[in-house]
């Protein structure tokens, strides 16, 4: 018996690929500005600086298909897409050295933006999370484990919609790679399993409207087909 005084909330979790298990989600991390093409599309200087981050909601994470909701309060909602990194292993203060034997698998994903939102929380010096921590903000593909896939850091990551290109570029061009990433992260906050990593996204964003077919992959990892609903 649950000493709980409400019903408690299901575990969000992803589905893991050849598998009914699925991979429960503890926490979203999203790195920023990660590739130099689109930090320069952002307005940002790409030289190596730190990296920052934001994050989202663990039930932000929604299956990378069928249909995602357009979201409310916006009428600019950009595409990100995204290699996501799966903790299946937690550490404070990780060497990069170390890092990569915390991942469990990888995934694609999408960063969901109320861009509009995003630009006026900029302009006036208050937080991103309206933009970026909504519901089913962060889409996601299923996992595959590393014993499938390696531990990729080079291979095209691509984005369309309604057949046409619109993000391209290549995992090696991040700016920070995910052991890197993984690394300095855990400076900051004791990462556990069951954590994702967004790991940045190439230029190329822009505005979805409802009805947009949205495919998108990161070549050897997997892909996902969704399309965007009505509010």
Not at 30 to 53: I, K, L, Q
Not at 112 to 139: E, H, I, V, Y
Request: proline content about 8%; overall charge negative; hydrophobic content about 40%.
């Amino acid at each position: 018996m649950s000493d709980f005084v409400i019903t408690a909330p299901a575990v969000p979790s992803v589905a893991v690929a050849g598998s009914n298990a699925r991979f429960p989600v503890r926490r979203v991390f999203c790195v920023g500005r990660n590739y130099a093409s689109h930090a320069r599309e952002m307005g940002s200087d790409p030289n190596r600086e730190p990296p920052f981050f934001f994050t989202k909601p663990a039930d932000a994470v929604v299956p990378a298909s069928a249909t995602v909701p357009y979201p409310t309060e916006t009428t600019d909602l950009h595409h990100e897409v995204e290699l996501v990194v799966a903790l299946g292993v937690g550490g404070a203060n990780v060497s990069p050295d170390e890092a990569l034997k915390m991942v469990w698998g990888y995934g694609v994903g999408l960063d969901l933006t109320r861009r509009d939102l995003q630009s006026a929380a900029k302009d006036t010096g208050r937080p991103w999370d309206m933009a970026k921590g909504f519901d089913a903000s962060a889409p996601c593909s299923e996992l595959h484990p590393v014993g499938q896939v390696g531990y990729p850091a080079k291979g095209r990551i691509w984005l369309e919609v309604n057949g046409e290109l619109r993000q391209q570029g290549d995992l090696g061009e991040m700016i920070w790679p995910v052991a890197d990433v993984i690394s300095y992260l855990s400076r900051f906050v004791k990462l556990a399993p069951g954590d994702l990593i967004y790991s940045g996204t190439p230029s190329g964003v822009a505005a979805l409207v409802p009805g947009d077919r949205v495919r998108g992959g990161v070549d050897g990892v997997g892909s996902f087909e969704l399309e965007i609903g009505e509010q």
